[in-house]
Nanobody, 121 residues
Framework: QVQLVESGGGLVQAGGSLRLSCAAS????????MGWYRQAPGKQRELVAT???????NYADSVKGRFTISRDNAKNTVYLQMNSLKPEDTAVYYC???????????????WGQGTRVTVSS
């Protein structure tokens, strides 16, 4: 099993910045990709950004140019630097990862418990 633990959420004014972190632990042979999703009240969960172990990234159009995803492969940790935050970025942010426990093991998907980000206008 793999555990994902997020941190870094909070309350910030519009235009401010926050940095989210997500550390993966447990039986991990490889973990790829890692990413962030978010769910605003009354809305479906949506992709924010993903990153592969090789550093390839993918962003939602709504966050391009404002958010930056990065990862530390040695620590199995992914980060999300969020700048120029807007009230519409308010949501619970979830860490997601695909991982396998052994070289021949099955890939499984995992979710963190979520961290709340609130952007006030």
């Amino acid at each position: 099993q793999v555990q994902l633990v997020e941190s870094g959420g909070g309350l910030v004014q519009a235009g401010g910045s926050l940095r989210l972190s997500c550390a993966a632990s447990g039986s991990i042979f490889s973990i790829n990709p890692m990413g962030w999703y978010r769910q605003a009240p009354g809305k479906q969960r949506e992709l924010v950004a993903t990153i592969t172990s090789g550093g390839s990234t993918n962003y939602a159009d709504s966050v391009k140019g404002r958010f930056t995803i990065s990862r530390d492969n040695a620590k199995n940790t992914v980060y999300l630097q969020m700048n120029s935050l807007k009230p519409e970025d308010t949501a619970v942010y979830y860490c997601n990862a695909e991982a396998r426990a052994t070289v021949s093991g099955l890939w499984k998907g995992y979710w963190g418990q979520g961290t709340r980000v609130t952007v006030s206008s």
